[in-house]
Every structure is written in structure tokens, then in C-alpha cells.
């Protein structure tokens, strides 16, 4: 049986890549940070199915204390810090998690055992003001966020163990992916999220930062399949992994409206822009979700993935919006079942 550390358990892709590999048979471990809430939220379906450690990646000996222990085949470095606008608020810590943290496990796994292979979630957020349309592994980098410039040191850091050490390790150049599981901070999820409870008739209207930016958005659920595809190579790479597909913030609402029979139609422009359900404002701009300097347009070009890894992304944008949407419904109206009658009790 094979064993798989995990860091970064608690987050999305966490969640998905602990249940791919519990399918494919592994042994799985997941690495999560001491909280003072329940750490359960994500992970609960598959808790008993998983063994848990405590531990930080800005904490060294506690790497060198989990290797030792584990002595597992494959680590997957999901942890950061990876939300964008907490970069510029929190830029050092940002930097010591989602930079210098992937040093803390290369210089771990060189110390214990160099035949561990190892994954890095790098993203498409290094591209940032990019160089060329659609982006693929040979594009240059132009970060443009200090969580960008975080991903651009971690993943030379990776390619440089690999050279220099002969450590099996991987970049993964993920472009967006989201799933019922993301985080409510994220575009998709707050949207979703949002208009779930517009239909409900809990909330009248979402408020939301620039509209016209573009991206490359997947489902995590595939995603994580190319990461395991990765270290099962004989020589280890760097791959983006996309659709091929870019749209607006600005369509994810309509098509997010759409799910639940309401057709947005856009009058105004700039701030003072708004999405309008017949009479009734139901979409308005708020600066304070405006980045201090944003990534315009992502699109991924995949095909050295679907050439060497024989990886595909299946599942289609509106797939994905649809079975966003339609999870928030259920969520929303079971808590509101829960609360109702723990209220009646
Ligand atoms: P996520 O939901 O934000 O999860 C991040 C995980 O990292 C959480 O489990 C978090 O723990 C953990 N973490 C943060 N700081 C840590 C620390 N110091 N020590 C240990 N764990 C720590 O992110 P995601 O969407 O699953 O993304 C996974 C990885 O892929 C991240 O590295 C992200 O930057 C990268 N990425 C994501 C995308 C995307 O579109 N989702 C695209 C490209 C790359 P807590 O639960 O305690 O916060
Ligand atoms: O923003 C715009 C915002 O926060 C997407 C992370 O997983 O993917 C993610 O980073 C776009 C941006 O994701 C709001 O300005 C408009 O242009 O969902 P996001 P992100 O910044 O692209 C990459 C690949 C990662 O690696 C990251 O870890 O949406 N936008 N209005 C908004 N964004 C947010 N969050 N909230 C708004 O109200």
C-alpha cells in the first residue's frame, strides 16, 4: 500500500485529492495546522478514512517530525496561504507560507529520504500580466500580487531541487478550479453562495469588485487527478493544467442567475454599474472587493497534460456553475431546516 502526505488537508483540494488517493488504495496522511475551531468541515465525509497530524509548513522541525514518522512515497504540498487580496494585507506571512514553506519540505524530504516524490500546487496567478494568450509551461512570468510572487519563488525552488538534488519534483500550474468545496472568499463560491440566497429570499443583492475579469475555470475534482498523474511519471516535469476556456466574473453571475430562472440585464457603467432582475437591483458594484492591481485574463493551454500525462478536463462551465448553485440551494435550506426546528425545540 502506498502512502501519500497530504498538506493542506483542510482546503479544497485537500478534501479531493484525500478521496482520489483513498480510491486508488493509498495509505493517506494529511498535515493541518492547530485551530481553535473544528477542523471537520471539509474533510468530515472522509475523516475515518484518512489519518490526520498536526503540524505547519512554517515550522520545520514539524515536517522533519511527520517525514520521520510517515516515511510516505508521495507528498502533495497543498498548504498556503492562497488568497489573493490577504496577500497584500498579510504579505509576509504570505510569503512564509506560500514561499518559503515549500523550501521547508524540499530541504525535509532531502534530509530524510530524496526518493520521496513530491508535488507543488504553483498556479496560474505567476503569469499575472501576461506575456502571451493562451499561457502554457514555456510563458514567462509576471506575478502581480505578492501571493504570485510567493508562487513564482515556490515553484523555482522546486525545479531547483530537482536539479540539484535529483528529487522527483513537480509543478502543477493549476489555472482557477472550484467546486461546492471552495472557499466563500473566492469569486465563484461568493457568488453562488449569494444568489442561493437571493432565491431563498434571504439576501436582495450581491455585491462584487470588477466584472470583467477573465478566467480559466475548472472543477477541482479533475484537477486533482492530474497532480497524482504527475508523480507517476518516470521523470518528473512541470504541466499547466486548464480548460481552455476563459469567461468573465461578469458571465459566471448571469450563468450563476440563469441556474435559478432569473435573467440579469446590465445598466450603467464602472462603480456605479448594476445587474438588474426586472425592477429589482440584484447585482452593484463595491470598490472594496477592487484589487490593488488585478490579473485581466487567464487562458491555459493544456495539451503537453493531455499529450504526456493523458490528462482531460471534463466537466464544462456550466456544468460547474450549475452544480455550485444547486449545492448552495441544499445547503442553505437544510440549515435553514436545522435552525428552524432547533428553534422549535
Ligand atoms: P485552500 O482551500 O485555501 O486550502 C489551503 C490549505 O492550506 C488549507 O488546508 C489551509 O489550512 C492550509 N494552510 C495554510 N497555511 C498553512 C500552514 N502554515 N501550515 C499548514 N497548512 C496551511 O486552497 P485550495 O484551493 O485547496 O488550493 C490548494 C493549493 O493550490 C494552494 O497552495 C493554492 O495556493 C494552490 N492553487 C489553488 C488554485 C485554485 O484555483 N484553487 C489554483 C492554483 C493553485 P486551514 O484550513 O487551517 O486554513
Ligand atoms: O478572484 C474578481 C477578482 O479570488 C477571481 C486562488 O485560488 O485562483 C484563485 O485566485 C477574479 C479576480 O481568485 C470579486 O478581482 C470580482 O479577478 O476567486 P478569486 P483568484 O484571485 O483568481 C488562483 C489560480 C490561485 O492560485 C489562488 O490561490 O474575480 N472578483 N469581484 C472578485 N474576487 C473575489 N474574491 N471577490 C469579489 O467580490
Not at 16 to 22: D, E, R, S
Not at 272 to 291: A, D, S
Request: aromatic share 10%; charged share 25%.
Amino acid at each position: 500500500m502506498k502512502k501519500a502526505l497530504i498538506t493542506g488537508i483542510t482546503g479544497q483540494d485537500g478534501f479531493y485529492l484525500a478521496k482520489f488517493l483513498v480510491g486508488k488504495g493509498y495509505e493517506v496522511y494529511g498535515m493541518y495546522r492547530r485551530s481553535s475551531l473544528d477542523i471537520g468541515e471539509r474533510i468530515d465525509e472522509i475523516i475515518n478514512e484518512i489519518h490526520l497530524l498536526d503540524g505547519d509548513i512554517t515550522d520545520f522541525a514539524s515536517i522533519i517530525r511527520i517525514l520521520q514518522e510517515v516515511n510516505p512515497d508521495e507528498v502533495y504540498n497543498l498548504a498556503a496561504q492562497s488568497f489573493v487580496p490577504a496577500s497584500w494585507t498579510e504579505p509576509l506571512a504570505t510569503a512564509e507560507m506560500t514561499g518559503v514553506g515549500v523550501l521547508n519540505i524540499l530541504e525535509a524530504i532531502r534530509l530524510t529520504n530524496k526518493k520521496i516524490k513530491f508535488y507543488q500546487a504553483s498556479s496560474s496567478e505567476m503569469f499575472g500580466k501576461v506575456q502571451e494568450i493562451p499561457q502554457k509551461e514555456t510563458t514567462p512570468f509576471y506575478p502581480r500580487s505578492p501571493y504570485g510572487v510567493a508562487k513564482v519563488y515556490a515553484y523555482w525552488i522546486t525545479k531547483n531541487y530537482r536539479e540539484s538534488y535529483g528529487i522527483h519534483a513537480s509543478n502543477g500550474i493549476l489555472f482557477n478550479h472550484e467546486s461546492p468545496k471552495r472557499g466563500k472568499q473566492f469569486v465563484t463560491r461568493k457568488i453562488t453562495h449569494c444568489v442561493a440566497k437571493v432565491k431563498l429570499g434571504l439576501l436582495d443583492c450581491l455585491e462584487i469588485g470588477n466584472l470583467d475579469a477573465k478566467r480559466d475555470w475548472g472543477y477541482a475534482e479533475d484537477y486533482v487527478e492530474a497532480m497524482w498523474l504527475m508523480l507517476q511519471q518516470d521523470q518528473p516535469d512541470d504541466f499547466v493544467i486548464s480548460t481552455g476556456e476563459t469567461h468573465s466574473v461578469r458571465e459566471f453571475i448571469e450563468e450563476a442567475f440563469r441556474v435559478i430562472g432569473m435573467n440579469i440585464i446590465w445598466f450603467g457603467e464602472g462603480l456605479n454599474e448594476v445587474g438588474k432582475f426586472g425592477e429589482k437591483v440584484v447585482v452593484k458594484i463595491n470598490p472594496k472587493f477592487c484589487r490593488l492591481v488585478e490579473v485581466d485574463l487567464l487562458l491555459g493551454d493544456s495539451s503537453k497534460a493531455k499529450k504526456e500525462l493523458g490528462w482531460t478536463p471534463k466537466t464544462k462551465f456550466k456544468e460547474l456553475v450549475a452544480m455550485m448553485v444547486n449545492s448552495d440551494l441544499k445547503l442553505i435550506s437544510e440549515g435553514i431546516k436545522t435552525n428552524y426546528a432547533e428553534m422549535k425545540r
